[in-house]
């Protein structure tokens, strides 16, 4: 499987949240902070950039993603997160979500998880 971003308005993301709420998570990140490189060896994670802007680096590529980015990471993508914005609010669904609590792998340490 590939990695792939796409930008959906707020109308069609009401539709992506009735389908997926309750199977996901909230995560605010700030700027200048180096987070850490994961990886899910079990579980495919499809992010959703609520609010702010900033990059994605999957196996090493980075793609720029801002409000309404809509990211697919397969299992075994290396993956970590920069923001440009002071703050960036991302929702995190993972599948199968059976599997996320023994599924997260640190790939490069960063200076926050």
Known sequence: MMES???IDKENYKIFY????GQME???LKKDIEYYT???KKTNQIS???????FIIMNDK???IKEGSLIFIPKNTAHS???NSEKMNVFHFHDPKDYL???IFVVKEGNHG
């Open 26 to 28: 909230s995560q605010f």
């Open 38 to 40: 994961v990886m899910h």
């Open 5 to 7: 971003i796409v930008q």
């Open 48 to 54: 959703y950039v609520f609010s702010g802007e900033g």
């Open 81 to 83: 997160f920069v923001v």
């Open 18 to 21: 009735e389908l997926v709420k």
């Open 62 to 64: 980075q793609y720029k």
């Open 101 to 103: 609590d023994n599924d």
